[in-house]
């Protein structure tokens, strides 16, 4: 379960920032709130709307990212073409994604395949 025991109230117009590590929900629940994934358990409400779907407009992020290319294929790339030479390890720990080199693009969540803040 992504999360449970989720509650929150906005007034219409309000500012809601989402916030939480990379995979742990929240362009889910984002998708959600937009109609585009249909929750498990519980309900999504909008006060005085019968369609929820209607009443969120979601706009998404997409990367350019090839899905089954692995994460080291695609440091190597950018790091090789920015940097002159392979520097991928170098890259992948100062993004925070030495842990996932090896696998696929397709398995990263969206925070990681969009790109982290470069702590380094």
């Not at 842990?99 to 925070?111: D, H, I, T």
Request: glycine share 12%; with cysteine; aromatic share 6%.
């Amino acid at each position: 379960m992504l999360f449970e025991e989720l509650s929150f109230a906005a007034a219409s117009g309000a500012y809601v920032e989402v916030q939480g590590s990379n995979g742990s929900g929240k362009t889910s629940l984002l998708r959600a709130m937009a109609g585009l994934l249909t929750p498990k358990a519980g309900e999504i409400a909008f006060d005085g709307v019968e369609e929820p779907a209607l009443a969120l407009h979601y706009v998404g992020h997409a990367n350019a990212l090839k899905r089954e290319a692995s994460v080291r294929d695609h440091l190597r790339y950018w790091a090789g073409l920015f940097e002159g030479g392979a520097r991928e390890q170098v890259v992948g720990q100062a993004l925070d994604l030495t842990r996932v080199m090896s696998l696929p693009v397709r398995a990263l969540s969206q925070g990681q395949a969009g790109g982290s803040p470069c702590r380094a």
